[in-house]
């Protein structure tokens, strides 16, 4: 797993959506590392990771973050993850309790509706395109992310994107990202059910992947499990309103 590396502390990792990677995080990083030890990763099949031919259910990420705790040997860890990330933070603090201290879970909970992910699998698929350039890769990702701000979307197209014959393409696998849409629609409910660790939920007011109806019946599953509602925001909420997402965070974790 390629990862990305700041500060000094408790253990606090982060774990980006589909299609992105490690560097969607580094705001958030700069502002924690005071304070912890922060390191964003490539998941598998993003990024500069490697790339699997197969593997992208829940558990097999969730033994890569179990793996990388143990590797690190400073846990357990706080985990921060952003939809498909979240997905996976709660994945691995049900199945390795002794390795999680606690996870943000940043718009992501069961009960996301089918044509939900529908929408979801159609975008990730149109995204494996030829680009000329970064300049065409920007406006390409401001247009999909019309929500994110100009600095936040230069992230993702410097960071995302790699030369190859005729312009760029993604980093992120297109097999890789086809079986990992295909895997959020697994259900997450005994993942929520069993986790015993603290649990932040935060979803973007705005969000059109994880819907109020899905927050309401995720808080009815786990009434226990503290929600922040990050108003105007969409869900990529921690690059729409990071100063937000920070203070949600922080205030968790202090608690």
């Given at each position: 797993m390629n990862v990305r590396e700041a500060g000094n502390g408790p253990l606090m990792l982060f774990f980006?959506?589909?299609?992105?990677n490690s560097a969607v995080f580094a705001p958030l990083m700069t502002r924690l590392s005071y304070r912890f030890t922060t390191i964003a990763v490539d998941q598998r099949g993003h990024?500069?990771?490697?790339?699997?031919?197969?593997?992208?259910?829940?558990?097999?990420?969730?033994?890569?973050?179990?793996?990388?705790?143990?590797?690190?040997?400073?846990?357990?860890?706080?985990l921060v993850g952003h939809s498909l990330g979240a997905r996976n933070s709660v994945t691995a603090a049900a199945?390795?309790?002794?390795?999680?201290?606690?996870?943000?879970?940043?718009?992501?909970?069961?009960y996301i509706e089918p044509e939900v992910f529908d929408a979801l699998e159609a975008r990730v698929n149109a995204g494996d395109q030829l680009f000329e350039n970064l300049q065409a890769v920007e406006a390409?990702?401001?247009?999909r992310y019309p929500n994110i701000p100009a600095d936040a979307i230069r992230?993702?197209?410097?960071s995302g994107y790699q030369p190859v014959d005729g312009g760029l393409r993604p980093l992120a696998s297109p097999t890789a990202m086809a079986q990992t849409a295909k895997g959020l629609r697994s259900d997450l409910t005994p993942a929520y059910r069993e986790v015993?660790?603290?649990?932040?939920?935060?979803?973007?007011?705005?969000?059109?992947?994880?819907?109020a109806a899905a927050l309401a019946k995720t808080s009815r599953l786990r009434p226990d499990l503290p929600v922040v509602v990050v108003p105007n925001a969409d869900h990529y909420v921690n690059e729409v309103s990071p100063d937000i997402t920070l203070k949600a965070i922080t205030n968790?974790?202090?608690a």
């Open positions: 980006h959506g589909i299609t992105a990024g500069k990771s490697g790339k699997p031919e197969s593997g992208y259910n829940a558990d097999d990420f969730a033994n890569d973050i179990a793996a990388l705790i143990r590797s690190l040997d400073k846990g357990p860890a706080i199945k390795y309790p002794d390795l999680v201290r606690s996870v943000i879970a940043i718009d992501f909970t069961p390409y990702l401001a247009n992230i993702r197209a410097e015993k660790k603290p649990v932040l939920i935060i979803r973007g007011e705005l969000s059109k992947l994880v819907s968790f974790i202090d």
